[in-house]
Each structure stands twice: as structure tokens, then as C-alpha cells.
């Protein structure tokens, strides 16, 4: 069974600064799926990025961006010059290739402070 | 991008009762829908998964007759708690996939369901 470990329950960063949320893994597939969810206030989940495990290029989407370590089944999600609107819980979560589960990490709570 | 919405947002019932909840990808065919629970400063948890015109999966430890799910057609899914009890009382997410669940996942905006 896969596992998804946030070991940052909570953080804060500065209005403007960056900040790196980890996330690590466990699975003996080859061929995964990686994403980070935001949730804001309002409990709506949204797509933040999305990885797929073959590609060895890390996936960026504007400010955020993510070091994915295969071999060491990490993948972590900075985000870039944080704004007050990126305060909300983070999920990393798993997709096996052959599932249709997500595996959602325990989340991770950021506050941006202004 | 994918719409999903979910009704009602808000619902309160007397425990015993039974209370439907609707879950609907407006601008795509959803092949398959997921229903997770919530509960408060929590991860979200599977509860079912749904191909549309067969029986959902339930995860371990979910009771099936107690959380019933109809996956009717390509664009509309429902749970359905039955005689609900106040620790029934949680948010309730769905979210559904294009491609045989293995696309990416569109979630709903949640249901937070009490129960008195």
C-alpha cells in the first residue's frame, strides 16, 4: 500500500517570501502520479501542480514549482514570492499508474503572513 | 477547466432521517466519482469509489448500507446517508475523472452535512 508522509503539519512564511512544504512517499510502483492540492477557508480543493513519475523534469506552474526526488520518493513544492491568497492546508497525494485512488498526505497548513 | 458542483452545500437533519447528496460534473463525462469524508483540521478519506452504471467500491470499514451511492450516468452521482446519526455529521467532498479515474481528479466544493 502506498504512503504519503507530511511532516510539516503546520507553517508560516512572510508576505513575499518563499517557502518549501516536503512531502515523501512510499510505494514500489515505477510509474505514478504526484500532486499538490491547495485548500483554502472556503474547503474547495484545487490542483496546485501535478508530476508524472517518468519524467525527470521538476513541474512548475507560475510560482510554484517542485523538487521531485524519484530515488528518494520526495517531492517537495516551493512556492515563490507568497501571496496572503496562498494561505490554506496543503495535500500531497499519490496516484498509482493502475489505481484510481488518490492517497492524500495529513497536510500541511500554511500561513502567509502580510 | 472541469466543473464539478455538488448540492446541497449545507444540510441539517434530525438523526434518523436520510439525506441525498448530489454530485455533478457540469462540463464533462465523468467515467468515475469518488466520495471522501472530511473531518475538521483532517486529511480527506476515501470512502467509495463509482464507475457510472455499476456498483460502487467501498473502502474498508465503510458501511455500504449505510452510505449509499448511485452512479447513474456519465455526469451525476449521489450519496445517500442513511438514518443518519449525529457522528455521521462531517463535510463530504466528491470528485470525479474523465478517463477511467486515472485523469486527474476534479473535486467538488464539498457538503457539510449535521446532524441533530
Known amino acids: 500500500a502506498q504512503t504519503v508522509t507530511q511532516s510539516q503539519p503546520e507553517m508560516s512564511v512572510q508576505e513575499a517570501e518563499t517557502v518549501t512544504l516536503s512531502c515523501t512517499y512510499d510505494t514500489s510502483e515505477n510509474n505514478y502520479y504526484l500532486f499538490w492540492y491547495k485548500q483554502p477557508p472556503s474547503r474547495q480543493m484545487i490542483l496546485v501542480i501535478r508530476q508524472e513519475a517518468y519524467k525527470q523534469q521538476n513541474a512548475t506552474e507560475n510560482r510554484f514549482s517542485v523538487n521531485f526526488q524519484k530515488a528518494a520518493k520526495s517531492f517537495s513544492l516551493k512556492i515563490s514570492d507568497s501571496q496572503l491568497g496562498d494561505t490554506a492546508m496543503y495535500f500531497c497525494a499519490f496516484n498509482g499508474a493502475g489505481s484510481y485512488q488518490l492517497t492524500f498526505g495529513k497536510g500541511t497548513k500554511l500561513s502567509v503572513i502580510p | ?116
Open chain 2, 1 to 116: 477547466g472541469a466543473v464539478v458542483s455538488q448540492h446541497p452545500s449545507r444540510v441539517i437533519c434530525k438523526s434518523g432521517t436520510s439525506v441525498k447528496i448530489e454530485c455533478r460534473s457540469l462540463d464533462f463525462q465523468a467515467t468515475t466519482m469518488f466520495w471522501y469524508r472530511q473531518f475538521p483540521k483532517q486529511s480527506l478519506m476515501l470512502m467509495a469509489t463509482s464507475n457510472e452504471g455499476s456498483k460502487a467500491t467501498y473502502e474498508q470499514g465503510v458501511e455500504k448500507d449505510k452510505f449509499l451511492i448511485n452512479h447513474a450516468s456519465l455526469t451525476l452521482s449521489t450519496l445517500t446517508v442513511t438514518s443518519a446519526h449525529p457522528e455521521d455529521s462531517s463535510f463530504y467532498i466528491c470528485s470525479a475523472s474523465g478517463r477511467s479515474g486515472q485523469d486527474e481528479q476534479y473535486f467538488g466544493p464539498g457538503t457539510r452535512l449535521t446532524v441533530t
